[in-house]
């Protein structure tokens, strides 16, 4: 089975504090994404990556970046963390697939709170 | 605009069949997901359809009519354990994921 893990299920910080999200999978899928989930809103995509070294935006990028060193690894940052990024982030993989058809794989998500 | 509607929260009794329905207006479309997702978990997949018709999967069936943007996720023989919320997801023309914001269903003993 796949797995994709979450580094944290809950992280609370401050107003203004660098951020680390950190996503692992372990079956060599050549897609990895970073969502946002908010109650009565739909999964918001961050960012995603194709392949280590390439990233891609989103449609909600702003106060966000990424990195993709290794395969296996796809971490998400926020430079600054602002209250409104308060919300559950979920990292999802996938094989390499021209069509997206390939379901999604997600991680259990980090419960971020920005006081 | 893109659009993904489904309805916000469902109730059913446990054995009953309950239809959870997606209807979308997206900018081409590529094939439809459902997904599960018990609460404080990760999303998992359920189906894809792609052409018209109905896929059976066990308890779980989806069914797809793309000339009228619709689609529904039909459950059977309702255990408590299928309350969960569901996620409805299209492929638009741009091979990118368009997600509707999901149905929480409640199974009542």
């Known amino acids: 089975d796949v797995k994709v893990t979450q580094s944290s299920r809950y992280l609370v910080k401050r107003t203004g504090e660098k951020v680390f999200l950190e996503c692992v999978q372990d079956?060599?899928?050549?897609?990895m994404f970073w969502y946002r989930q908010d109650p009565g809103l739909g999964l918001r995509l961050i960012y995603f990556s194709y392949d280590v070294k390439m990233k891609e935006k989103g449609d909600i990028p702003e106060g966000y970046s990424v990195s993709r060193e290794k395969k296996e690894r796809f971490s998400l940052i926020l430079e600054s963390a602002s209250t409104n990024q308060t919300s559950m982030y979920l990292c999802?993989?996938?094989?390499?697939?021209?069509?997206?058809?390939?379901?999604?794989?997600f991680g259990n998500g980090t419960r971020l709170t920005v006081t | 605009g893109q659009n993904i509607d489904q309805p916000t929260e469902m109730t059913a009794t446990e054995g009953a069949i309950v239809q959870i329905n997606c209807t979308y207006q997206t900018s081409g479309f590529n094939g439809l997901f459902w997904y599960q997702q018990h609460a404080g978990e990760a999303p998992t997949f359920l189906s894809y359809?792609?052409l018209d018709g109905l896929e059976e999967k066990g308890r779980f069936s989806s069914f797809l009519s793309r000339s009228k943007g619709y689609s529904y996720l039909l459950l059977k023989e309702l255990q408590m354990k299928d309350s969960a919320s569901y996620l409805c997801a299209v492929v638009d023309s741009n091979y990118q994921l368009i997600w509707g914001a999901g149905t929480k269903l409640i199974i009542k003993p």
């Open positions: 079956m060599d899928h050549e897609n």
């Open positions: 359809n792609v």
């Open positions: 999802a993989s996938s094989p390499r697939d021209r069509e997206n058809n390939s379901p999604l794989h």
